[in-house]
């Protein structure tokens, strides 16, 4: 009787193990599906939960796509899993069409499928490993691999354009990502929530980037950048640890010097490296421009050093710099943007140019550690009640030019502070070239140089409006406005009045 209990018992534990060893193994299918709307009769439903690698070719459309959902572990109307277990699935020479039932529905909206893409949600919250896309598809739809976790690698081919938002958002198992040379935008949150995205390679059209494409992207290391990018993303991978930016020979746009990317000619500053070890960054006198967010959330950095020639200095650029404690807003820079300062409780003081003309929302909010702002406009500038929230304007001590105290005491937000103070303001240092004397004159200025001495004259927009070998006095006739006359490394503003 005892012997037969044992017999038993492994017998079951044997067809148990068999059972286990058979839904290991991987069940590979080659399927040609002639008329869009029949896979579901090619595979029966005993079977379609088995199948772990997929290789479809012919026509697909809404009615496939759903029966492929199920494979791969989603239904069509539900938020539950299937047992599914479809892992891998390469549909490269099949062609999605228009037609056959829903493939998706959220809420009240069901969603079919369209010709050469794929659709939106299309594989949304599947168990799909790698996917290999169709050479047909010019269109990845909105949400279409949402929440695909088990997604580790995906190639988008040279005949997609078009990538919507949100496309790939979440795919938390989601390593390296290649995008091919028809794509020329990637739109906001498209590839949010990445957290085990490393590598990128950027396609030669890719010219945007939305806002937060690449968000929480924390392992995001290295971007290899296309050959013809023209310009460079507006949003710089925020919360990405990116240490190495590829940039071939053939790019025209693009240099990387020490880990940080400038446009060829130097002059415009695009990402410093989220979490860089050094405190002081000392940026050098060719760069004039600094682009949005350029250093998003750099918690290390502590003191910036900004060239006089830089004129423009994007928005969010020093957004969430916890630890920087100065910085010197250039003297040529007409517009503080939104969100530039937000977030940098450790610094202390500030000095805004007289040629700041305006003042963005939240430029200055959450500076909690500010005790001392200095206004060097005569004139208080009109700015949101918003622009330094969180600034302690009891203790805070804002200095303005002799004789506008009370026009201060008066404005809008300025005259919140209880501590205004009215001080000299001093002009700006001269060149110290010896040989070069610089004046104005009613619609120009005068340049004297004693030596053959190049010359360059910026407008506040960084456009250069003169450049010349001068020896001797040359006169150069100028519109009324402020300019940036640059000698060598060092460059004076001076007012055409």
């Known amino acids: 009787m005892k012997s037969k209990i044992i017999l038993k018992s492994l017998i079951i534990i044997s067809c148990l193990l068999l059972s286990l060893n058979m839904k290991a193994q991987d069940v590979a299918i080659t399927i040609h599906v002639e008329t869009a709307g029949t896979l579901p009769t ?25 029966y492929i959902r199920e494979m791969a572990g989603r239904p069509f109307d539900s938020n539950k899993l299937t047992e599914g277990e479809l892992s891998l699935l390469d549909i490269s020479n099949a062609k999605i069409v228009k037609g056959g039932i829903s493939y998706y529905k959220l809420s009240y909206d069901s969603y079919f499928t369209s010709n050469n893409a794929i659709g939106h949600y299309a594989f949304a919250g599947t168990r799909l490993t790698k996917i290999i896309v169709p050479n047909s598809v010019n269109t990845i739809g909105e949400y279409a691999f949402n929440d695909c976790e088990n997604l580790i690698s995906i190639v988008i081919p040279d005949n997609i354009t078009n990538i919507g938002k949100y496309a790939f958002w979440s795919c938390a198992g989601l390593k390296d990502v290649i995008i ?79 880990g940080v990317l400038f446009n060829k000619d130097k002059t415009t500053l695009f990402c410093y490296p989220k979490g ?39 928005s969010q650029a020093f957004y969430g710099c916890t630890n920087l404690t100065s910085t010197v807003i250039p003297d040529n820079i ?10 940098c409780t450790s ?15 939240y430029a200055f909010s959450g500076c909690t550690g500010l005790n001392e702002i200095h206004n060097n406009n005569p004139t208080p500038l009109i700015i949101n009640s918003n622009c330094f929230g969180g600034v302690d304007k009891k203790t805070c001590k804002l200095f303005v030019p002799k004789g506008s105290y009370n026009a201060y005491w008066l404005a809008y937000v300025w005259g919140d502070f ?41 407008n506040l927009s960084g456009q250069k409006v003169y450049e010349a070998k001068i020896q001797g006095t040359e006169s150069i006739t100028l519109n009324k406005g402020i300019y940036i006359v640059r000698v060598g490394n060092e460059s004076q503003k001076i007012v055409v009045r």
Do not use: H, W
């Not at 950027?202 to 023209?230: E, H, P, Q, W």
């Open 276 to 314: 860089k070890s050094d405190d002081v960054c000392i940026i050098p006198n060719s760069v004039t421009s600094i682009s949005v967010q350029a250093f998003y959330d750099c918690v290390n950095l502590k003191q910036i050093t900004i060239p006089n020639v830089v004129t423009s200095i994007g």
């Open 180 to 258: 091919g040379n028809g794509v020329a935008s990637i739109e906001y949150f498209t590839f949010a929530d990445c957290k085990g995205l490393t590598n990128l390679t950027l396609g030669d059209r890719v010219s945007y980037i939305g806002m937060y494409a690449f968000r929480a992207c924390r392992d995001l290391v290295k971007v290899t950048m296309g050959n013809g990018n023209r310009t460079f993303p507006n949003s710089v991978f925020p919360d990405s640890n990116i240490k190495e930016f590829i940039v071939s020979e053939e790019n025209t746009s693009f240099s990387v010097i020490d």
């Open 42 to 66: 090619l595979i029966a439903e005993s079977k379609k939960y088995q199948i772990t690698n997929l290789t479809l070719t012919g026509e697909l459309n809404g009615t496939d796509i759903r």
């Open 418 to 458: 209880e501590n205004i103070i009215e001080e000299n303001v001093t002009a700006n240092d001269n060149i110290s070239d010896k040989n070069i004397t610089i004046s104005n004159y009613p619609n120009g200025i005068s340049i004297n140089a004693e030596q053959t001495t190049t010359i360059y004259i910026f």
């Open 334 to 343: 007409t517009s503080i943007e939104s969100y530039t300062y937000f977030g």
């Open 347 to 361: 610094l202390t003081n500030i000095k805004i140019p007289n040629s700041v003309t305006s003042i963005g929302e």
